[in-house]
């Protein structure tokens, strides 16, 4: 194991020495303000201390390897065989186990009820609402509530149209936070799973809270796993001219009363072996608000099979991200 320490101005200036000197894959231990006495230079400086496995380090300092582009020529694919799809799809994966999964995935997909069905029951005056909602991603269940929500409050001669929008900018309405107080010496906790846009999404909150609200932020990670997560958070800092900190122990009760602390947290996994790590920091800070971070792109099922990993992280408010990519949140 090597572990070095590194002293810069800044701590995005200490981290760029880091990765230069002992690649990506080093760990961050930990980081402390130098004080002018200590490195006999007129203002403080930030030392960074980090640590690399023997072998990681002796491959970050080999010259990168070029490899030229190989084209070879698509094989013609065999006449298709009149084998089961679990028997061909055993032989195109090699595991029964996976080519029972696709298997079902292929039975869903083929289903036309789950396709065009529209229940009997359904209100017909709102067969076209509940097909929108479907076709919107919106689970079975919930679509079905809304539209009793609807018949119960169509009137004969009534307008359904006009019906089904009242009622369900109503139900936004319910669900949207019009407006999140956010006030000095409040710690706020982004968390999400990978690519969500959580750590964007803090730096544009701790943009406005900077510019627009003239308030005092701080910026913090608790994203041990990759040096890249504090390069980013550190440029943001340094752009916003604002502290970052690498936080260790319990940090959140020295936040200054006329500071807002924001803070962002390592991607959690869905598969058990990977959460207990992250789902034991997230609680522990006790933050006045935590920011559940989510891509509209994501499927609802996905988010409902998750929910119980979603509910140990407390979230007060949710946050969806990724708006332009779909045309039917955006």
């Known amino acids: 194991m090597v572990i070095k320490s590194f002293t810069a101005d800044t701590v995005a200036a200490a981290l760029k020495k880091i990765r230069e000197e002992m690649g990506r894959d080093a760990v961050i231990l930990k980081t402390r303000v130098c004080s002018a006495a200590e490195t006999n230079k007129p203002e403080s400086q930030v030392e960074v201390t980090a640590c690399i496995d023997e072998a990681a380090a002796?491959?970050?300092?080999s010259p990168p390897i070029v490899h030229k582009a190989c084209v070879r020529p698509m094989a013609k694919r065999p006449p298709r065989q009149a084998d089961s799809v679990t028997a061909s799809s055993t032989n195109a994966f090699g595991s029964p186990e996976l080519a029972a999964r696709l298997e079902k995935t292929l039975d869903l997909i083929l289903d036309s009820r789950r396709l065009n069905g529209i229940p009997r029951d359904i209100d017909r005056r709102f067969e076209s609402v509940y097909l929108n909602l479907i076709d919107a991603d919106i689970p079975a269940e919930?679509?079905?509530?809304?539209?009793?929500?609807?018949?119960?409050?169509?009137?004969?001669?009534?307008?359904?149209?006009?019906?089904?929008?009242?009622?369900?900018?109503?139900?936004?309405?319910?669900?949207?936070?019009?407006?999140?107080?956010?006030?000095?010496?409040?710690?706020?906790?982004?968390?999400?799973?990978?690519?969500?846009g959580k750590t964007s999404v803090m730096a544009k909150l701790a943009a406005h809270l900077t510019i627009n609200e003239r308030l005092k932020v701080k910026l913090a990670s608790l994203d041990t796993a990759k040096i890249s997560a504090f390069e980013e958070i550190s440029g943001y800092a340094d752009i916003l001219e604002v502290p970052f900190d690498i936080p260790s122990g319990d940090f959140v009760s020295k936040v200054d009363n006329d500071t807002v602390l924001l803070i962002d947290t390592p991607p959690f996994s869905t598969r058990p072996e990977r959460q207990s790590s992250v789902l034991e920091k997230i609680p522990a800070i006790d933050a006045d608000m935590t920011f559940l971070v989510f891509s509209v792109c994501t499927r609802t099922s996905d988010l409902i099979d998750t929910t119980a990993i979603y509910e140990q992280l407390k979230p007060t408010s949710l946050i969806a991200t990724h708006l332009d990519e779909t045309v039917r949140w955006g």
């Open 142 to 196: 919930s679509a079905r509530r809304m539209i009793d929500e609807m018949s119960d409050r169509f009137e004969p001669g009534g307008d359904a149209e006009s019906t089904a929008r009242t009622t369900l900018e109503e139900i936004l309405e319910q669900n949207l936070a019009t407006e999140i107080i956010i006030e000095p010496g409040m710690s706020l906790v982004f968390a999400g799973p990978p690519g969500a």
């Open 58 to 61: 002796d491959k970050s300092v």
